[in-house]
C-alpha cells in the first residue's frame, strides 16, 4: 500500500525483495528486477490473455476433450481385468480338478495341503489384481 493515510493512496503488487539490497545497505546484494504493478494493469493482463484464449477456443477445446478421453478411457483395463479373469477361472478350476485327482489317487496329505494352498494363494493373488482394475475402472468412469 503507498500513500495508505493519503488521498493518494494506491494499491502496489511488487516481489518481497524488490528492496532488498537497501534495506540490508550492501551494494552487492541483488535487487528483484520485476516491476511494480497495479490492481488495473494486473485486471488488464488477466482480461487479455482469457482473450487470447477465446480466440484460440476450438483449438484448447480440442485439447481438452483429447485429454478428457485419454484420462477416462477405460478399454485397456477392461482387456487387462478380461485377462485376469480368465486367469482366475482357470486357476479355479485347476485347483478343483486337482483335488478331484487326489480324491481319486490320494496322496501325503500334507503335499496335498501344501500344494492346494499355493494354489489357493495364487488365486488370491489374481483375484486382487482383478479388484484393483474394477476400482480403477471405477474410478476413471466417475471422473475422479
Known sequence: MWH?????RKVIYQCN??????KKNDPDRETCR?????????????ITA??????????????VEDIRRSLYNTGDLEKKQKAIYAEMTELSKSAADYAAQNAVNPSTQEDYIKKYNEMVERYQAVKAQYEELAKEIQHRRAGD
Open 4 to 8: 495508505s493515510n493519503q488521498k493518494y
Open 17 to 22: 525483495h524488490k528492496y532488498l539490497g537497501r
Open 34 to 46: 520485476t516491476p511494480n504493478l497495479t490492481e488495473d494493469e494486473i485486471k488488464e493482463l488477466f
Open 50 to 63: 482469457v482473450n487470447i484464449l477465446i480466440g484460440q477456443k476450438t483449438e484448447v477445446a480440442k485439447s
